[in-house]
Structures are given as structure tokens and as C-alpha cells.
């Protein structure tokens, strides 16, 4: 499978922005698909992920102002991010896999910056 993110960009605090993150070369259905980020000198950490039943699961940094989506049709999973903060400034970066999504296995994409200003 091939995860392409996309949507990151320049945002200022209380602003939203979506990302996109979409997949090819496998059946897409069937993977919970992840999101993490990772900030500049720390470490790659959860934000959330939907199964392919389209449960959702938030980091509680997180919880209330992300939304996770899928569109399957399109294989495709959406995050959108309102309410940005300067402690969201990071590359997020996608992933997919059959079991709960983990920094230690499955599908990665390259990376999308989001930076928000205060």
C-alpha cells in the first residue's frame, strides 16, 4: 500500500486545516488507517485513527478539535484540525494497517507540515 499526505500548510492559532491522506495498492477497506505527528526535536506520537468500521480514536491533546473521516470509495481518510494550536506545529504523517496502528508497523506515508502561529 501507498500513502500520499497531503493538506499541511500555515495556519494561525483557533484556524483549521485538512489534511488528506490517500492510498493505493491494496484493499484499502480493510485497514485501520492512523494519523501521528512528530515536532521538531521530539518524538513521533499518536493522534488518532478509524477502523475500517469507522470507529475513531483521539489522542486526548486532540480530542474535540480533530475529526477523523474515510471515504472509501476514494481511499481516502481525512483529518480535519479546528481549533490549531502552536503545540500542533508538526509533520503528520499517515499510516495503515490491519491491526490497531503503531509507530512499530504497517504502512507509511512521507509526511505533511503543518505549522500554526500564534
Known amino acids: 500500500v501507498q500513502l500520499q499526505a497531503s493538506g499541511g500548510g500555515l495556519a494561525q492559532t483557533g484556524g483549521s486545516l485538512r489534511l488528506s491522506c490517500a492510498a493505493s495498492g491494496g484493499t484499502f477497506t480493510r485497514y485501520y488507517v492512523g494519523w501521528f505527528r512528530q515536532a521538531s526535536g521530539k518524538e513521533r506520537e499518536f493522534v488518532g485513527a478509524?477502523?475500517?468500521?469507522?470507529?475513531?480514536y483521539y489522542a486526548d491533546s486532540v480530542k474535540g478539535r480533530f475529526t477523523i473521516s474515510r471515504n472509501n470509495a476514494k481511499s481516502t481518510v481525512y483529518l480535519q484540525m479546528n481549533n490549531l494550536k502552536p503545540e500542533d506545529t508538526a509533520v503528520y504523517y499517515c499510516t495503515a494497517s490491519f491491526q490497531f496502528p503503531s509507530i512499530s508497523y504497517g504502512y507509511w506515508g512521507q509526511g505533511t507540515k503543518v505549522t500554526v502561529s500564534s
Open positions: 478509524i477502523s475500517w468500521t469507522g470507529n475513531t
